[in-house]
Antibody
Framework: DVQLVQSGAEMKKPGEALKISCKGS????????IGWVRQMPGKGPEWMGK????????TYSPSFEGHVTMSVDKSVGAAYLQWSSLRAADTALYFC????????????????WGQGTQVTVSS | EVVLTQSPGTLSLSPGESATLSCTAS???????ISWSQQKSGQAPRLLIY???NRATGVPDRISGSGSGTDFTLTIDNLEPEDYAVYYC???????????FGPGTKLDIK
């Protein structure tokens, strides 16, 4: 089975750094884009950006660019999302998701989701 | 950026009934750019429909998607207990941000 398994919940203070992970299994990790999605409490999902494990090509959503960094380690089949200085407003559930792309449809969609990592930032 | 609105915000129906969920885009969208996901409380979203009308693997055929232009619909026939959840439509873009989500429709048991 294709799966994305994320690291566990984190509780941090404002200003602290954090790196969460997303490990793929059941497929060749380097062949599909991995995206990250934020879901704040009681709200809908928001697209943060994507990274291609094959060459680490990254595209950030304008709302998140400069505040988070996406990376991958293809050797272990994992993608990462990191913050250098957390804010209380970063409190949310973060999902990684495997993208599927179709040249026939000239479109992509969010096919396989990780279980989510809860990040809580509070003093 | 395309903005999606969903209606109704909450839909209360009994098991066995049919649900019609609407997703309206702020401008005309290529149908293949529309997908739908289901999210149950405390869980990750699950892809149901991609390309406006194609069911994802494992999705029963009582769930269907349709639409064109600015108006898209998710229909769930013969509601079962497992269907009560929040449903989001999403639109893909060749520009940033790559995906935009609607605010969701909550399907409640009546």
């Amino acid at each position: 089975d294709v799966q994305l398994v994320q690291s566990g919940a984190e509780m941090k203070k404002p200003g602290e750094a954090l790196k969460i992970s997303c490990k793929g299994s059941g497929y060749t990790f380097g062949t599909h884009w991995i995206g990250w999605v934020r879901q704040m409490p009681g709200k809908g999902p928001e697209w943060m950006g994507k990274i291609y494990p094959g060459d680490s090509d990254t595209t950030y959503s304008p709302s998140f660019e400069g505040h988070v960094t996406m990376s991958v380690d293809k050797s272990v089949g994992a993608a990462y999302l990191q913050w250098s200085s957390l804010r209380a407003a970063d409190t949310a559930l973060y999902f990684c998701v495997r993208l599927e792309h179709s040249t026939v449809y000239s479109s992509s969609w969010l096919q396989i989701w990780g279980q989510g990592t809860q990040v809580t930032v509070s003093s | 950026e395309v903005v999606l609105t969903q209606s109704p915000g909450t839909l209360s129906l009994s098991p066995g009934e049919s649900a019609t969920l609407s997703c309206t885009a702020s401008q005309s969208v290529t149908p293949t750019y529309i997908s739908w996901s289901q999210q149950k409380s405390g869980q990750a979203p699950r892809l149901l429909i991609y390309g406006a009308s194609n069911r994802a693997t494992g999705v029963p055929d009582r769930i269907s998607g349709s639409g064109s232009g600015t108006d898209f619909t998710l229909t769930i026939d013969n509601l079962e207990p497992e269907d009560y959840a929040v449903y989001y439509c999403q639109v893909y873009s060749n520009f940033r941000p790559m995906f935009t989500f609607g605010p969701g429709t909550k399907l409640d048991i009546k």
